[in-house]
Antibody, heavy 118, light 107 residues
Framework: EVRLLESGAGLVQPGGSLRLSCAAS????????MNWVRQTPGKGLEWVSG????????YYADAVKGRFTISRDNPKSTLYLQMNSLRGDDTARYYC???????????WGQGTLVTVSS | DIQMTQSPSSLSASVGDRVTITCRAS??????LNWYQQTPGKAPKLLIY???ILETGVPPRFSGSGFGTDFTLIISMVQPEDVGTYYC?????????FGQGTRLEIK
């Protein structure tokens, strides 16, 4: 069974930093691209960042480019999102998401809530 | 970036109704279009990928069609458990983008 378990949630002040982690199990982590998707309370889905299978290619939404860094540790089957210079509009539930072999998002974690507020 | 526009933003249907949700891409995305369902309090779930292929385990009352810029999700006979929000997503670009969502409620 595929499982994606996010951690690292919390309350942080504007301008602060936070690192999210996602522990993956139930599939061969190193053979699939991974992503982070966020959802503001009561609003829609926003793709944040993606990373290739071996981590040599990374992609970012314009809203987070230059502030967030995605990375992965394949031996540990763990995905990360380092978030710096956080702003109020970064407040959201952040989902760890597996990319299928068909360019779709086939497994989602339950999400972890990040709140940016003073 | 590729923009995705869904319509309607919300709809209300009776059990057994046929429901149609449309999604338009700002440029040609071939069949790189996926549909997701998010029920209240849950993470999104993949329904359809590559515009028309049903994900394993998804009931056959769901179907998808389209190519290029215009796509459709149809629920042939709505059930109470279909309440939630439906999102389209383009995967033509590595900078994935979602539509704004369509909220489905049952009358």
């Amino acid at each position: 069974e595929v499982r994606l378990l996010e951690s690292g949630a919390g309350l942080v002040q504007p301008g602060g930093s936070l690192r999210l982690s996602c522990a993956a199990s139930g599939f061969t982590f190193s053979t699939f691209a991974m992503n982070w998707v966020r959802q503001t309370p009561g609003k829609g889905l926003e793709w944040v960042s993606g990373i290739s299978e071996i981590g040599d290619r990374t992609y970012y939404a314009d809203a987070v480019k230059g502030r967030f860094t995605i990375s992965r540790d394949n031996p540990k089957s763990t995905l990360y999102l380092q978030m710096n210079s956080l702003r109020g509009d970064d407040t959201a539930r952040y989902y760890c998401v597996k990319t299928s072999g068909k360019a779709s998002f086939d497994y989602w974690g339950q999400g972890t809530l990040v709140t940016v507020s003073s | 970036d590729i923009q995705m526009t869904q319509s309607p933003s919300s709809l209300s249907a009776s059990v057994g109704d046929r429901v149609t949700i449309t999604c338009r891409a700002s440029q040609n995305i071939a069949s790189y279009l996926n549909w997701y369902q998010q029920t209240p309090g849950k993470a999104p779930k993949l329904l359809i990928y590559s515009a028309a292929i049903l994900e394993t385990g998804v009931p056959p009352r769901f179907s998808g069609s389209g190519f290029g810029t215009d796509f459709t999700l149809i629920i042939s006979m709505v059930q109470p458990e279909d309440v939630g929000t439906y999102y389209c997503q383009q995967s033509f670009s590595a900078l994935f983008t979602f539509g704004q969502g369509t909220r489905l409620e049952i009358k």
